[in-house]
């Protein structure tokens, strides 16, 4: 759905320059939410906008919806940027129009007749949940309000994909998770592509499928959210369950330290207490965490066997037989 | 004061506002445009064009820094092509024009840049045409202040025009020199004063009540 390809940015000149985007691919497939995680100044902005060509990369090629967008002329440009909706972590409403007036904005662009724009603008309001605000102003709103209507109006002529810019990150945790939670319906309901960009872990972990990690213009990890979390060793992965033990500290006398990721149905199961009654051993837990990420469970667990040895390799081949892969530090 | 100075007053008023009237329409009609220019020619701009960029620039600034009263000798060739003499209120009304154009530029383009890039980036993403981010999305957000900026103008076309009166082109600025001034007649210098002031309070408070209205529209 979206394809860019050894994309780069660089701002300035000579002497000024500033390499933004170095060199970035990156895939999202038709109907995924695909998360873009970086630190402020990584380049995620530069990386959306490089997507409607708000910014022209420097080289490299950028694929929207099947369509090359650099090979755009200004005309067929702007009809591509009406099928790609844009919401902003500031909302960007226009503050001399109405709520109704700021989702009819983009319906005026595409040449959509008064009538039409009444049905879309009702149906839209309702879909966010502000048909009551339809005559207020943006600075009669809440921070949650304005974003509702930022969605409402890149939805309106009925776009394929839709790009945010920090969405939620000038919003409160609440309000980010019911901002957070439309977008996904949406998702759901009208198939919708979204490329969200954020800094923010959660927003990662609550909604998206896919993830790319951008540091100082670069991909350097890219894959399923899931996937990512449950793998030892990737950014996601220690950005999701920060550790307060060294995993390699020395285990106690006899004992073997183990770090073992739990997804799925794996994460439901008892499975400090299997290995004690089977194998007698003792499994002192260290460290132990499970998150949400999306609709699967995924936990990681560090704790620590003791006991005769071969009970404890016993134990070790217990996991892997039921298809874990238990990491032992010290071995 | 006699009744045939009152109908001088009278006259003189007339006059001013004719000359500030006309001009006003017309500095309004070129600033809008100019100020319009002078934002999306600039860099980073939604017509980015550095060269008409730098040229109008240049000409705003020179004409900002000429004197009105030299600039009203300088142009009376101008003025003479353009109404057929040199004298009188619509003669005057050709430096008025001239001078206050370039102010009326940079006011429009103050209003205009101080309109959040974001909105102009949210319209242009929706495939928004530059007409339509002009006056759909840069003209409306500035109201506001782009109705103050032009009271302000205004204010300065009434100081203008006395001082373009002052040297033949009649109306209050004219009255007050020739009598107020030359026959020492204090009673029509505060006349001309207190009628000079009373426009300007009436410039001043419409700009200030229309520009409110637009503000409380939109919060
Ligand atoms: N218009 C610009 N001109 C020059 N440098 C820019 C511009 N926009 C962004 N940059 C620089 O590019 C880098 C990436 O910025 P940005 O894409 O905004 O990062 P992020 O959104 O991840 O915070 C930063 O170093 C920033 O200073
Ligand atoms: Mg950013």
């Known amino acids: 759905m979206i394809e860019l390809r050894g994309v780069s940015k660089v701002y300035g000149q000579g002497a000024h320059e500033v390499p933004a985007l170095r060199n970035v691919s990156l895939r999202v497939e038709f109907g995924e939410v695909f998360g873009v995680l970086g630190q402020s100044g990584a380049g995620k902005s530069t990386l959306i906008r490089c997507l409607n060509l708000l910014e022209r990369p420097t080289t490299g090629e950028v694929r929207v919806d099947g369509r090359d967008m650099l090979a755009l002329g200004p005309d067929e440009l702007r009809a591509a940027r009406q099928g790609i909706g844009m919401i902003f972590q500031h909302f960007n409403l226009f503050s001399s129009r109405t709520v109704a007036g700021n989702v009819a904005f983009p319906l005026e662009v595409a040449g959509c007749s008064h009538a039409q724009i009444r049905e879309r603008v009702d149906e839209l309001l309702a879909l966010v949940g502000l048909s009551d605000k339809a005559g207020a102003y943006p600075s009669q709103l809440s921070g949650g309000q304005k974003q509702r209507v930022g969605i409402a109006r890149a939805l309106a002529p009925r776009p394929r994909v839709l790009l945010s810019d920090e969405a939620t990150s000038a919003l409160d945790p609440e309000t980010t998770r019911s901002v957070l939670g439309l977008l996904r319906d949406i998702n759901r309901q009208l198939g919708l592509t979204i490329l969200l960009i954020t800094h923010q872990m959660e927003v990662v972990k609550s909604i998206c499928d896919s993830v790319a990690v951008l540091e100082r213009g670069r991909v350097v990890e890219q894959g399923k959210v899931v996937d990512l979390i449950a793998r030892p060793g990737t950014r996601l992965h220690d950005l999701c369950y920060p550790r307060s033990v060294p995993v390699d500290a020395a285990a106690a006398p006899g004992g073997r330290r183990v770090e073992l990721s739990l997804v799925g149905e794996h994460s439901t199961r008892p499975i400090l207490t299997t290995l004690a009654r089977r194998f007698g051993v003792d499994a002192w837990l260290l460290e132990g965490s499970m998150e949400r990420v999306g609709e699967t469970r995924v936990g990681r667990l560090l704790f620590e066997l003791t006991g005769p040895p071969e009970a404890v390799d016993g134990a070790l081949g217990f996991l892997r037989e039921q298809g874990l892969t238990p990491r032992v530090p010290h071995v | ?219």
């Open chain 2, 1 to 219: 004061m006699s009744s045939e100075l009152l109908r001088s007053l009278w006259v003189a008023t007339g006059e001013t506002l004719y000359m500030t009237s006309v001009a006003a329409v017309l500095v309004l009609l070129a600033g809008l445009p100019l100020g319009v220019l002078l934002v999306i020619t600039d860099r980073g701009g939604l017509w980015e064009r550095p060269a008409l960029s730098r040229v109008l620039g240049t000409l705003v600034n020179v004409g900002r820094s000429v004197p009105f009263i030299i600039l009203m000798v300088a142009i009376v060739p101008l003025t003479r092509v353009l109404v057929g003499t040199t004298i009188g209120t619509t003669a005057a009304i050709v430096p008025l024009v001239v001078a206050a154009i370039p102010f009326m530029g940079r006011v429009v383009e103050q209003g205009l840049r101080e309109v959040d890039a974001g909105l102009v980036e949210a319209a242009v993403a929706m495939g928004a045409t530059r007409r339509r981010v002009v006056f759909g999305v840069l003209i409306p957000e500035a109201l506001p202040s782009l109705v103050r900026g032009t009271a302000l103008v205004v204010i300065s076309l009434l100081g203008y025009s006395a001082m373009a009166g002052a040297v033949g082109g009649g109306g209050l600025g004219d009255l007050a020199v020739k009598y107020g001034y030359m026959r020492f007649r204090t009673d029509v210098m505060l006349g001309c004063l207190v009628v000079l002031l009373v426009l300007v309070q009436l410039v001043q408070w419409l700009g200030d009540g229309l520009a409110s209205r637009f503000e409380r529209a939109s919060s």
